[in-house]
């Protein structure tokens, strides 16, 4: 069983950055497919970003327009981590996110319905 573990989220002025970090245990992560969503209160979750497993190459990575320029998705395969480094942050970024893992690459990236694990979120909130 795969266990995914959110950190890094906080409060934070707009402008500013925060790194999220999500720790995997469980499972073979380098073949994974990972994500990054968010939910604000009210709305459904929303796709953020997405890495490829790489198969030992250079990971294919995917943004939401809405974050694209600002944010940055990354693994460290040796460590078990996801990234997603967020400069920029405005107010509307403020979110609980969740990262999410699938076993092998889909082309549904941006699709909740397409990972099969999920961490237990971390809040982010972005402040004027």
């Known amino acids: 069983q795969v266990q995914l573990v959110d950190s890094g989220g906080g409060l934070v002025q707009a402008g500013g950055s925060l790194r999220l970090s999500c720790a995997a245990s469980g499972g073979t992560f380098r073949s994974y497919l990972m994500g990054w969503f968010r939910q604000a209160p009210g709305l459904e979750r929303e796709f953020v970003a997405a890495?490829?497993?790489?198969?030992?190459?250079?990971?294919?990575?995917s943004y939401a327009d809405f974050v694209k320029g600002r944010f940055t998705i990354s693994r460290d395969n040796a460590k078990n981590t996801v990234y997603l480094q967020m400069n920029s942050l405005k107010p509307e970024d403020t979110a609980v996110y969740y990262c999410a893992a699938r076993a092998g690459n889909s082309d549904r990236y941006y699709s909740a319905g397409s990972y099969d694990y999920w961490g237990q979120g971390t809040q982010v909130t972005v402040s004027l």
């Open positions: 890495i490829m497993w790489n198969g030992g190459r250079t990971s294919r990575t």
